[in-house]
């Protein structure tokens, strides 16, 4: 199913970043250039004891000075186990086991519902936050994926002022009901299978 516009009323662009080991400062300046107006924590744990920075409260305080909302979900947050009730086919594309267990956790109701709170946030100008510094090493590239299946517009907030577009994972497959999938074969009019090309 090809990625389409199902969003019926005006939507701001969503914007991923992370915090990694900036000083709050840093990490203030690296929001500006999208014109941030709320950071989506989208952490498992809110709290950091290499960068008490970016413990919620202290980091919910330093946006608040910065005119920057701030939101935890916690239902999006990554570090997920192993499904029992997902095929291992389903997302087998994803060879690196995080990922394939988030691609699996992001078919449960729970993370539908903290998906739904994020679109609730759309008007915001928000970013997506999680601590690792790079999108393609987090799972907040999965959440960007059900924000593109949506039409969302997503882009990726990088170190001294780059935004990069982001783009649908290779492989990614839009279901029916909204839901994405990374089969780890695909079948092509039941009579070719490719491997989905997913990174590591």
């Known amino acids: 199913m090809p990625m ?8 701001a662009p969503f914007f991923t970043v992370g915090h990694s080991n900036h000083s709050i400062e840093e990490f203030i300046d690296i929001l500006r250039p999208g014109k941030i107006a709320m950071v989506v924590d989208v952490r498992r744990l809110p709290g950091s004891n290499a960068c008490p920075q970016f413990n919620s409260d202290n980091l919910a305080r330093s946006l608040a000075e910065a005119q920057i909302a701030y ?6 947050g990554g570090r997920r186990g192993k499904a029992t009730d997902v095929s291992p086919e389903t997302n087998g594309a ?3 086991r995080s990922f394939h267990n988030y691609a ?6 729970e993370f539908q519902a903290g998906f739904d709170h994020l679109l609730e946030f759309r008007s915001h100008r928000c970013a997506i936050m999680c ?6 090493r987090c799972h907040r590239r999965i959440i ?3 924000l593109l299946a949506r039409g969302e517009e997503v882009f990726h907030l990088m170190d001294k002022g780059r935004i990069e577009r982001a783009m649908p994972t290779s ?7 909204g839901s994405v999938i990374y089969p780890a074969v695909l079948a092509d009019e039941g009579t070719v299978r490719r491997r989905a090309k997913i990174p590591r």
Not at 71 to 76: D, E, T, W
Not at 104 to 109: F, G, I, Q
Not at 171 to 177: F, K, L, P, Y
């Open 131 to 136: 601590s690792e510094g790079v999108w393609w």
């Open 4 to 11: 389409q516009n199902t969003i019926d009323r005006p939507s």
């Open 104 to 109: 699996d956790y992001a078919l449960s109701e």
């Open 144 to 146: 960007a994926d059900y």
């Open 171 to 177: 492989g990614a497959v839009i279901q029916e009901n």
């Open 94 to 96: 994803w060879r690196n």
């Open 71 to 76: 939101q935890f979900v916690a239902s999006l």
